[in-house]
């Protein structure tokens, strides 16, 4: 079973709103938020979230090295072999996080994916940098889907086992 580490906002990981966009790194040792879907999804593919990390996604602007270093660390203290950052949908400081994290982790030999709605601003500053597995904005047709792609390409990227068709599913 391949360790997958999902990485949250504030909001996506259930602690709060705008009110909590300061909100320091944390994390917990369970699917929160959209892990609780995605989870079951992963185990088809012999992989399981093992971890939610989240952050206030304007703490992280303000703190980005910090957060980064942290996160890699339980990254690598965790023995992820994949880390999903997203869903951002179309949330423009989300997805800058989640594509930001996703490339810092790449750096450091973790092999990450963001997922995000093409309406945010993160697809194009990050999609010839980062993989960046397509979803609809929040609400849209194609979620379901977009959450099975995220799955299947992050297990995909845990096993070492990207293919071209794969590619498909990103931006």
Known sequence: MKKIILILNHVQAGMGSDENAQLAPSGKKTAL?????LNPLFKEHDAEIIATLFC???????????????????AKKFGADAVLCGPAMHYPYFGEM???????L???????AAAMSEENPAVEKYE???A????????????NDS???????VSALANGKETQEMQKMLF
């Open 147 to 153: 959450f099975k792609n995220m799955a299947a390409y």
């Open 132 to 143: 960046i597995i397509k979803m609809p904005k929040k609400g849209g047709i194609g979620l």
């Open 56 to 74: 206030g996604d304007q703490y992280y602007e303000g703190h980005q090295a910090e957060v980064q270093k942290k996160f890699i660390g339980f």
């Open 33 to 37: 938020g959209p892990g609780q879907t």
């Open 106 to 112: 790449n750096k450091h030999g973790i092999p990450a």
């Open 98 to 104: 989640a594509a930001s994290l996703a490339e810092a």
């Open 128 to 130: 010839k940098r980062v």
